[in-house]
Nanobody
Framework: QVQLVESGGGLVQPGGSLRLSCAASGGIFSIDAMGWYRQAPEKERELVAR???????EYADSVKGRFTISRDNAKNTVYLQMNSLKPEDTAVYYCNMEIKVYRFLAAKSYWGKGTLVTVSS
């Protein structure tokens, strides 16, 4: 059973930094894309950053230049380094991975339970 577990959320002052981690475990053959999404109160979930197996990345315009996504394939882990945090970055951050459990099956999307990031003075 594949599981994704996030860590690293918390309370930080504006201008501060946090690093989120998400580790996948279970019967994993390979992981295609890894990403971070967030959902603020009364708003829809939105893509924050995504990285594919080849290393290409994409970012939401609102976080470009401040956030950096990276992955460690050996550890089945994705990271999100968040710098220069703003109050509007406050949200629950969710990890998402497209995982193959067998070589000849299509990848399936898996989600973590989320970690709360609060940016406030």
């Amino acid at each position: 059973q594949v599981q994704l577990v996030e860590s690293g959320g918390g309370l930080v002052q504006p201008g501060g930094s946090l690093r989120l981690s998400c580790a996948a475990s279970g019967g994993i053959f390979s992981i295609d894309a890894m990403g971070w999404y967030r959902q603020a109160p009364e708003k829809e979930r939105e893509l924050v950053a995504r990285i594919i197996s080849g290393g290409s990345t994409e970012y939401a315009d609102s976080v470009k230049g401040r956030f950096t996504i990276s992955r460690d394939n050996a550890k089945n882990t994705v990271y999100l380094q968040m710098n220069s945090l703003k109050p509007e970055d406050t949200a629950v951050y969710y990890c998402n991975m497209e995982i193959k459990v067998y070589r000849f099956l299509a990848a399936k999307s898996y989600w973590g339970k989320g970690t709360l990031v609060t940016v406030s003075s």
